[in-house]
């Protein structure tokens, strides 16, 4: 869990980095594509938590 929150915030800071910036656009790109594959990271994670869990 403190993957994901750490990545978020990584994401977080280029992104903003990458908008103020003059001429770093390619940060909040940068930005964008870490928090896209954190998402996915954490989805795959809960996924496989759920299904885990034996039938009743």
Same mark, same amino acid.
């Given at each position: 869990?403190a =993957?994901?929150?750490? @990545? $978020?915030?990584?994401?977080?800071?280029? /992104?903003? !980095? /990458? =908008?103020?910036?003059?001429? @770093?656009?390619?940060? #909040?790109?940068? /930005?964008? $594509? *870490? @928090?896209? =594959?954190? *998402? !996915?990271?954490? $989805? *795959? +994670?809960?996924?496989? +938590?759920?299904?885990? +869990?034996? #039938? +009743?």
């Amino acid at each position: 869990m403190a =993957v994901f929150f750490f @990545l $978020a915030l990584v994401a977080v800071v280029l /992104g903003i !980095i /990458g =908008v103020v910036a003059e001429g @770093l656009g390619y940060l #909040l790109i940068i /930005g964008i $594509a *870490v @928090l896209v =594959v954190d *998402v !996915i990271l954490a $989805a *795959v +994670r809960w996924s496989r +938590r759920s299904g885990r +869990r034996p #039938l +009743r």
